[in-house]
């Protein structure tokens, strides 16, 4: 079953920050997860986020693309199958987990 996807404005414009060589891995890796986003311990491919240094990212959940150090962040909403990309950056510094905490806040999601 595949989740509609949704990116929050900002996380489109994170997007095409990337560059030519990294947005197409990135963007298959967020189709992959579309397909069963839930969390690893109901079946999807979903790692869950807590608390990450002081942020408070409990609901949401990660996608790490190792081999070039981003991570995308996203949130469901399961009662109408929605996965809502909030966030696609470097890890560097933890930097992407402060984003998607400002930015949840932001859109109330």
């Known amino acids: 079953m595949n989740w509609t996807l949704k990116y929050l404005p900002?996380?489109?414009?994170?997007?095409?920050?990337?560059?030519?060589?990294?947005?197409?891995?990135v963007f298959k890796g967020i189709v992959k997860v579309?397909?069963?986003?839930l969390p690893r311990a109901r079946g999807g491919y979903g790692e869950p986020l807590?608390?990450?240094?002081?942020?408070n990212l409990t609901g949401l959940y990660?996608?790490?693309f190792r081999s070039i150090g981003?991570?995308?962040?996203?949130a469901?909403?399961?009662?109408?199958?929605?996965?809502?990309?909030?966030?696609?950056s470097?890890?560097?510094?933890?930097?992407?987990y402060k984003v998607a905490e400002h930015r949840r806040e932001k859109h109330e999601l």
Do not use: F, H, W
């Not at 469901?76 to 696609?88: A, F, Q, W």
């Open 34 to 37: 579309q397909q069963n986003p």
């Open 10 to 25: 900002d996380a489109l414009d994170d997007l095409k920050k990337l560059g030519g060589s990294v947005c197409p891995q």
């Open 90 to 96: 470097l890890r560097a510094d933890n930097e992407v």
């Open 50 to 55: 807590g608390n990450k240094r002081g942020n």
């Open 76 to 88: 469901l909403e399961e009662t109408n199958s929605t996965m809502t990309i909030i966030v696609i």
């Open 70 to 74: 981003v991570r995308a962040v996203y």
């Open 62 to 64: 990660k996608i790490k």
